[in-house]
């Protein structure tokens, strides 16, 4: 007696509309790739009232950059989803906030100090040193809103550019600005984005601290 083999169950159509979707592409577009006579021929496909032959089959796989294994058996979002859940990484770095900014100022150089900041995690890593620090003003908007956080690397004065956002640490505390450098009288410019905001200078030799604005974390 032969016992019948048991299907599989087959994802074609909420996969064919899960990535549909994905790329952005309209039920026009999809029934032209296929030379379909019109975008319901397509949508049958999606809703499983039909089946794409295997040639179609094989021209989705590739338009959609998958196997045809995937294609036909898998459910492709979920399965994306578990991965891109499990990819994700979180790196710890610490974090300045606004109730400990003027402290910071004047602690940055204390290595004691620095372990007590609290930390904040990241979902990508950072190129090198990294630090994260509260943003308070609009003097940097539309740019970097108030009340974000921006995660910053430190660099050097040295390899300052003109008109990027940094962080810069003075005596006189942290400020969020765009960075603008005359070597000959070794002058650092701090501009505002928002323009209601004048540009100010400070000596280049007052800076103890740097950090390239690399990231910007919506509160």
Known sequence: MSVPRKEKHSYIGPNLFFLRKQKGNTLEQMADLLFLKGKSSYKAYEEGRSLPDIHKLMKLASYFDTSLEELVYQDIENLKASKKTEDTKLFEIGKVPLAAAAG??????????????????????????????????????????????????????????????????????????????????????LISKNQKYRMKHIEKSDVMEIWEVWRILQN
């Open 104 to 189: 910071y100022a004047r602690s940055f150089g204390d290595l004691g100090y620095i372990r007590e900041l609290e930390t904040i995690k990241i979902p990508f890593q950072p190129y090198g040193i990294a630090r994260a620090f509260d943003i308070e003003g609009d003097s940097m908007e539309p740019e970097i809103p108030d009340g974000a956080t921006v995660v910053g690397i430190k660099i050097s004065p040295s390899e300052i550019k003109d008109n990027k956002a940094y962080i810069i640490v003075t005596v006189n505390g942290l400020q969020c600005k765009n960075i603008s450098i005359d070597e000959d009288e070794k002058i650092i410019y």
